[in-house]
């Protein structure tokens, strides 16, 4: 199906990563499966068989009636990739660069919290799969596994790891957290704004399912925190006494991460520069936006990068497709900032019409989720992988050996109309 010795090896500066096929075609001759299907739909019902009901639960839950989601997906049906016949792609390559960092491909780990509900391993798993990948982590402030610990799984490989920061009122927990991050190598902060509390998700609450309220408690990320410490201190409560363990997860995720009071855009230059001068002057993101016109506020302010994201889907419903506010916005602002994408990728043309509408980076969430939740580390590796190689050989097949071949022109688009979910079960 490949030659494992074909040109295009030793003329890229990647692996050929759809060479993952063929070890795939070839492992049963030696004894060798994968650990699951990584279709989407596939790999759903497996995260689902897999994890706990909480994980489930936490995994899958939308906003309100999933109608935010089901516009995510329905937005790639709209845009069709057109291929191009007998292009030669003997030097095909799908390295590119992001805040100057060479990277193996324009796909990376998108900021998911506590994950230590999906697998003991938590964050550390897909961490370590990004430094083996050679492609981006993003480190969710809400995550399980502490800041320094993180970074020692993704490794000093050359990949970068971004931070991403839920933005706490309390000004001196904001930077201690930043300056931890800058200390430990992660070379961008990413500020989430459309998080200042979780959006009504239908299961979570039927089920009383927030972790930092029970088992979970407030995490390595925080407990490890010195101005956490300080505030616990003085609200005497001791994260050693199993007595205050709710209390302490609560103490965090109510005061710091998803605490329900709100930020402008007038302070964004303020966090922005404080983030600057304890990293060095490294890049700072702002990740949830939707509107040309925050787009534009957001170059304004001197970020130097946005993600295009409505959190797929999990904090307004009825919202907009992500996809959709892309082309917008690139259209916009394309030139003047770099622009990233977020929310309903499931495979490599989803990747590559997000490309092809304007974004230069694209972040995967619930496939590595799932990954996570139906097969740990082994998982994880193996679901992304499997993107990156379903990337490749689309690139080969449809005839487009270059990332700056994937443009506007790639595309034939249906208007915008009303399309429907034909199930409820999507992924």
Same mark, same amino acid.
């Not at 939308?62 to 030669?88: E, K």
């Not at 966090?271 to 787009?295: E, M, N, T, Y």
């Not at 974004?359 to 139906?374: M, N, T």
């Given at each position: 199906?490949?030659?494992?010795?074909?040109?295009?090896?030793?003329?890229?500066?990647?692996?050929?990563?759809?060479?993952?096929?063929?070890?795939?075609?070839?492992?049963?001759?030696?004894?060798?499966?994968?650990?699951?299907?990584?279709?989407?739909?596939?790999?759903?019902?497996?995260?689902?068989?897999?994890?706990?009901?909480?994980?489930?639960?936490?995994?899958?839950?939308?906003?309100?009636?999933?109608?935010?989601?089901?516009?995510?997906?329905?937005? &790639?049906?709209?845009?069709?990739?057109?291929? =191009?016949?007998?292009?030669?792609?003997?030097?095909?390559?799908?390295?590119?660069?992001?805040?100057?960092?060479?990277?193996?491909?324009?796909?990376?780990?998108?900021?998911?919290?506590?994950?230590?509900?999906?697998?003991?391993?938590?964050?550390?798993?897909?961490?370590?799969?990004?430094?083996?990948?050679?492609?981006?982590?993003?480190?969710?402030?809400?995550?399980?596994?502490?800041?320094?610990?993180?970074?020692?799984?993704?490794?000093?490989?050359?990949?970068?790891?971004?931070?991403?920061?839920?933005?706490?009122?309390?000004?001196? %927990?904001?930077?201690?957290?930043?300056?931890?991050?800058?200390?430990?190598?992660?070379?961008?902060?990413?500020?989430? #704004?459309?998080?200042?509390?979780?959006?009504?998700?239908?299961?979570?609450?039927?089920?009383?399912?927030?972790?930092?309220?029970?088992?979970?408690?407030?995490?390595?990320?925080?407990?490890?925190?010195?101005?956490?410490?300080? =505030?616990?201190?003085?609200? +005497?409560?001791?994260?050693?006494?199993?007595?205050?363990? &709710?209390?302490?997860?609560?103490?965090?995720?109510?005061?710091?991460?998803?605490?329900?009071?709100?930020?402008?855009?007038?302070?964004?230059?303020?966090?922005?520069?404080?983030?600057?001068?304890?990293?060095?002057?490294?890049? &700072?993101?702002?990740?949830?936006?939707?509107?040309?016109?925050?787009?534009?506020?957001?170059?304004?302010?001197?970020?130097?990068?946005? %993600?295009?994201?409505?959190?797929?889907?999990?904090?307004?419903?009825?919202?907009?497709?992500?996809?959709?506010?892309?082309?917008?916005?690139?259209?916009?602002?394309?030139?003047?900032?770099?622009?990233?994408?977020?929310?309903?990728?499931?495979?490599?043309?989803?990747?590559? +019409?997000?490309?092809?509408?304007?974004?230069?980076?694209?972040?995967?969430? =619930?496939?590595?989720?799932?990954?996570?939740?139906?097969?740990?580390?082994?998982?994880?590796?193996?679901?992304?992988?499997?993107?990156?190689?379903? &990337?490749?050989?689309?690139?080969?097949?449809?005839?487009?050996?270059?990332?700056?071949?994937?443009? =506007?022109?790639?595309?034939?688009?249906?208007?915008?109309? #009303?399309?429907?979910?034909?199930?409820?079960?999507?992924?």
């Amino acid at each position: 199906m490949s030659d494992p010795n074909n040109p295009n090896i030793s003329q890229r500066s990647t692996p050929q990563w759809g060479l993952y096929q063929r070890e795939l075609f070839w492992g049963p001759n030696e004894g060798k499966h994968p650990p699951f299907n990584t279709h989407p739909d596939k790999l759903r019902e497996t995260a689902k068989e897999r994890l706990s009901q909480t994980g489930w639960h936490y995994a899958s839950c939308n906003a309100g009636l999933s109608w935010t989601h089901y516009a995510n997906r329905q937005a &790639f049906y709209r845009h069709q990739i057109v291929p =191009r016949m007998l292009v030669d792609t003997s030097r095909r390559d799908t390295a590119t660069t992001i805040f100057g960092h060479r990277v193996a491909a324009p796909i990376g780990f998108a900021p998911i919290g506590i994950n230590r509900i999906y697998h003991a391993t938590g964050e550390l798993s897909p961490a370590k799969v990004a430094g083996e990948l050679n492609i981006p982590y993003c480190l969710s402030s809400a995550g399980s596994y502490s800041i320094e610990d993180v970074a020692r799984a993704n490794g000093d490989g050359g990949s970068p790891r971004f931070y991403q920061l839920y933005w706490s009122p309390d000004d001196a %927990v904001t930077l201690s957290m930043l300056r931890r991050a800058a200390d430990n190598g992660y070379s961008a902060c990413v500020l989430t #704004a459309d998080t200042w509390q979780l959006g009504w998700r239908h299961d979570d609450a039927a089920h009383g399912n927030y972790a930092f309220y029970h088992d979970h408690g407030a995490g390595d990320l925080g407990l490890q925190d010195p101005e956490f410490l300080n =505030r616990l201190r003085e609200a +005497k409560l001791d994260p050693a006494d199993p007595q205050d363990r &709710f209390r302490v997860g609560a103490e965090w995720i109510d005061k710091h991460i998803w605490h329900g009071r709100s930020f402008a855009w007038d302070r964004v230059p303020w966090l922005a520069d404080r983030w600057r001068r304890v990293s060095g002057g490294k890049p &700072f993101c702002v990740k949830g936006i939707q509107s040309v016109a925050d787009a534009r506020r957001a170059v304004e302010a001197g970020v130097d990068g946005i %993600v295009v994201s409505n959190h797929a889907g999990r904090q307004v419903d009825g919202a907009i497709a992500s996809l959709d506010a892309l082309e917008k916005i690139a259209e916009a602002v394309g030139d003047k900032i770099y622009i990233m994408y977020d929310s309903g990728i499931r495979g490599g043309a989803d990747v590559f +019409k997000a490309l092809a509408l304007g974004a230069k980076f694209v972040f995967v969430g =619930r496939l590595w989720v799932y990954a996570l939740g139906s097969g740990g580390e082994e998982g994880v590796r193996h679901v992304m992988k499997g993107l990156l190689a379903d &990337f490749d050989i689309l690139m080969n097949v449809a005839g487009y050996p270059s990332l700056e071949d994937i443009n =506007r022109d790639a595309l034939d688009s249906m208007p915008k109309g #009303a399309y429907f979910p034909s199930t409820l079960e999507m992924a």
